[in-house]
């Protein structure tokens, strides 16, 4: 490559037929003494990559961007640098126009654009070009790259030229070994050139009107994000970054806040209505009343998780090969057993939880791949496709995270549900989070990809009980002493799940996640008939209150093993302890402690308590379900139902 200066401007000529021009940029001078440069006239930029079809991580960007210019921790820059077909854009061909403009919304209300945190990539596909060749513009910079080698993907251009995406695959197969493979002839050296071009082109739109000598550039992966904020609960503290997160969340969204509060004070009413209804219901049976003050409920919000129309396509070999993350999928087994442990644990505790649905339908398959055999669908005490209600609809997403924050500091709010970026958006601002996901590697299946980068958020990583009560004491001891948290965040914990969403599409042998849910059940030893059966009965109502839950292989394999169940139902009983006293940090006066609650000898004797009283319960469900067996034998011997009959069916619906 050879530069070629001449009139102020700078030319740099390299092995492509084209040129690229950009203002001059003079080094400093060589002298034998050495000048200490300005702090501000030398910067480092970060670019952290983003396309289109990394919807779940937009917001952990947007929160990046924004700590990052409160905060400025590590003397970085950040910028989002968005890759975008432009020419599809211009025809909105397939509604990409729309889709575009949705997702840049989402930064514009943080009006994050407008500041110049935002930078574009406008990708042009032509086949008039050797490779690429760029043009600097007002939004970042036109990139004019070869459609034959880069087959009209902007993730592509992005691999080439950033180095930094996520490119699976075996040597040889990945895209980036595709696409130097298509370039043949010094494809390295290509390379290294069109990236030097490249970030020279990006510069002058980073820089702005600022005087910067010559900054350094840089570029990260949508991870970066998530780590620059760990690198910020750090430095300044879990409490600061999500109070700073919470309070431009407030102020972007602030149109939303009145509709919102009005939309939320109408659910609510709906939700205790229908859980005094049922504490009036059980009043005469053997479940324990529970008396507590309206503050006092604790509503777990379970995300549902499920399939849009094009990846259930694919996995049915429909149309198409994105099956997205079928692992992540909710599937019906998992939903009732976490459900049964909420009321399990409200149960032993004397506390009121509160199991709210939200996010998609619960939809299980019937034998048929065409209907679904369970729906569990919106209702007016559920937040199911709440996004599609009349308060939510057509607006922008701001109107949503709007509305979660307001319920998150309304009411003690615990989130629970498979790993997706649904939970992110409020687990970044500090909402007590239980996430479950698949860390480990398991013989047979994928290595999981992605996992670390939650994780890491995460200041509990251990996996057992006692080490979880010490993190406990220790938290609650930081929590009353007013000591930052840093680390992670302290309510974020995570729970290991070997890719139960799979399970989902186990009735199905001819559908995409074949392999894998034929590795599940095999480790259980469980056959795919047998599977099929324990999962339509699962569709009765109350099916699991009957059952002993440890150690049943059936409940395992769709739901969570008994190490991580206990590792569950302890994190909603601290959760519930601690969360008004965590909350109160985030105020100007915090809330002060009793003294009995700061002892650790008091939280030994409470769980103690917690795990006498889940035994009786657990012994009054081995009786009922002893009982219910004695019931049955009889009605069999006397030609009358079985034992499953003895349930009535919610027609469908699930509880």
């Known amino acids: 490559m050879q530069c070629l200066c001449g009139g102020g401007r700078l030319v740099l000529r390299t092995d492509f037929p084209e040129i690229h021009e950009f203002p001059l940029i003079l080094e400093e001078p060589k002298l ?6 300005r702090p501000e006239e030398i910067e480092e930029f ?44 211009s025809a909105n061909r397939d509604g990409y126009q729309g889709k575009i403009d949705r997702r840049m919304g989402y930064f514009d209300s943080f009006r994050l654009r407008e500041r110049g945190l935002i930078k574009l990539a406008k990708c042009v596909f032509t086949d008039k ?14 990139i004019f790259a070869n459609s034959q080698i880069f087959g009209k993907n902007t993730r592509k251009v992005s691999i080439f030229l950033t180095g930094v995406e996520n490119d699976p695959g075996k040597k040889g197969q990945r895209d980036s070994d595709k696409i130097l493979g298509l370039i043949a002839e010094d494809a390295k050296e290509a390379q290294q050139q069109a990236r030097s071009a490249f970030i020279e082109c990006l510069r002058p739109a980073l820089i702005g009107e600022r005087r910067l000598l010559r900054p350094i550039v840089r570029f990260g992966y949508i991870s970066y994000s998530t780590s620059y904020v760990l690198r910020c609960v750090n430095e300044v503290g879990a409490v600061k970054v999500a109070g700073h ?76 090969t994105n099956v997205g993350k079928p692992q992540h999928h909710t599937n019906v087994g998992l939903y009732k057993y976490v459900r049964e442990l909420v009321r ?100 047979g299946l994928m290595n999981p990809v992605g996992d670390s980068r939650i994780l890491d958020l995460c200041s509990f990583k251990k996996r057992s009980t006692p080490q979880l009560l010490d993190y406990c004491v220790d938290v609650i001891k930081r929590v009353s002493d007013k000591e930052p948290l840093s680390g992670g965040y302290p309510l974020f914990f995570h729970i290991e799940n070997t890719d139960t969403g799979a399970l989902k599409y186990a009735m199905f042998p001819n559908s995409r996640e074949e392999k894998r849910s034929n ?95 889940e035994e009786a319960v657990r012994e009054r469900i081995r009786a009922r379900e002893r009982r219910a067996r004695e019931n049955a034998q009889r009605e069999r011997e006397d030609g009358g139902v079985g034992f499953f009959d003895m349930f009535n069916s919610d027609d469908g619906n699930g509880e």
Request: aromatic share 14%; proline share 3%.
């Open 519 to 613: 590795v599940l059940l095999a480790r259980a030893k469980i056959s795919r008939e047998e599977f099929n059966d324990f999962t339509g009965h699962l569709k009765i109502k109350n099916f699991l209150h009957w059952m002993e839950l440890e150690q049943n292989k059936f409940a395992i394999v769709s739901g969570l093993s008994d190490s991580e169940a206990a590792l569950f139902t302890m994190m909603l009983w601290f959760i519930g302890e601690i969360q008004p006293y965590y909350e109160h940090l985030f105020k100007d006066s915090p809330a002060k402690f009793p003294i009995f609650f700061k002892q650790s000898k008091f939280v030994k004797q409470y769980y103690q308590r917690i795990e006498e009283n």
């Open 245 to 320: 997160l919470r309070g431009a969340i407030l102020g972007a969204t602030r149109e939303y806040t009145r509709e919102n509060e009005v939309f939320l004070g109408d659910f609510m009413g709906e939700v205790f209505g229908k859980y005094l209804v049922k504490k009036q219901r059980l009043q005469q049976g053997s479940v324990p009343k529970i008396e507590a003050p309206k503050e006092d409920f604790i509503v777990v919000l379970f995300w549902i998780r499920g399939a849009k129309d094009s990846e259930r396509d694919a996995i049915f070999k429909v149309e198409g």
């Open 32 to 37: 034998k003494l050495k000048l200490k440069p």
């Open 46 to 89: 970060v670019c952290i990559t983003h396309h289109l079809i990394q919807e779940g991580d937009t917001y952990g960007l947007i929160y990046s961007l924004l700590v990052n210019e409160a905060f400025h921790v590590s003397d970085i820059n950040l910028c989002g640098l968005f890759f975008v077909d432009d020419d599809d854009y």
């Open 344 to 443: 399990r644990t409200a149960e032993a505790t004397g506390r009121p939880y509160l199991f709210v649905p939200i996010g998609d339908e619960l939809k299980d398959l019937a034998i048929d791949s065409t209907e679904y055999g369970y729906v569990k669908g919106s209702k007016e005490n559920n937040l199911i496709n709440f996004f599609r209600r009349t308060t939510f609809k057509d607006k922008p997403m701001g109107a949503q995270i709007n509305f979660l924050l307001q319920f998150a500091l309304n009411y003690k709010v615990i989130q629970v549900g498979m790993r997706s970026g649904s939970m992110e958006r409020l687990m970044y601002l500090g909402v007590p989070t239980i996430y479950f996901d698949r860390t480990e590697i398991v013989e």
């Open 129 to 142: 070009v050797k490779v690429m060749k760029f043009e600097p513009d007002r939004d970042g910079v036109v």
